[in-house]
């Protein structure tokens, strides 16, 4: 069973950080793009970053370029997001997302990805 499954969320003040973790199981990812996700209330899910299966590419929205860093080690099937300097608008539920193919044309779109997380809460407070 294929399982994504995040970890680190928390409540934080505006300007901290946090650094969360999404570990697969199940089958290796090591080949695919890997992506993290958002949604706030009441809003659509929507691309945080992205990176291809050997880290070399990534992508990243504009709101969070320069303050969040997306990385993976695929000896542990597992990706990362780093993020500093985090704002309340930040505040959502974080997912993590495993792509169908090594690095897409539009990693930014979640129709790129065939396997997600259950999500983690991310709240930063003013």
């Known amino acids: 069973q294929v399982q994504l499954v995040e970890s680190g969320g928390g409540l934080v003040q505006a300007g901290g950080s946090l650094r969360l973790s999404c570990a697969a199981s199940g089958r290796t990812f090591s080949s695919v793009a890997m992506g993290w996700f958002r949604q706030a209330a009441g809003k659509e899910r929507a691309v945080v970053a992205a990176i291809s299966w050997s880290g070399f590419s990534t992508y990243y929205a504009a709101s969070v370029k320069g303050r969040f860093t997306i990385s993976r080690d695929n000896a542990k099937n597992t990706v990362y997001l780093q993020m500093n300097s985090l704002k309340p608008e930040d505040t959502a539920v974080y997912y993590c997302?495993?792509?169908?193919?090594?690095?897409?044309?539009?990693?930014?779109?979640?129709?790129?990805?065939?396997?997600w997380g259950r999500g983690t809460q991310v709240t930063v407070s003013s």
């Open positions: 997302a495993a792509g169908s193919t090594s690095w897409g044309p539009r990693p930014f779109m979640p129709t790129e990805y065939d396997y």
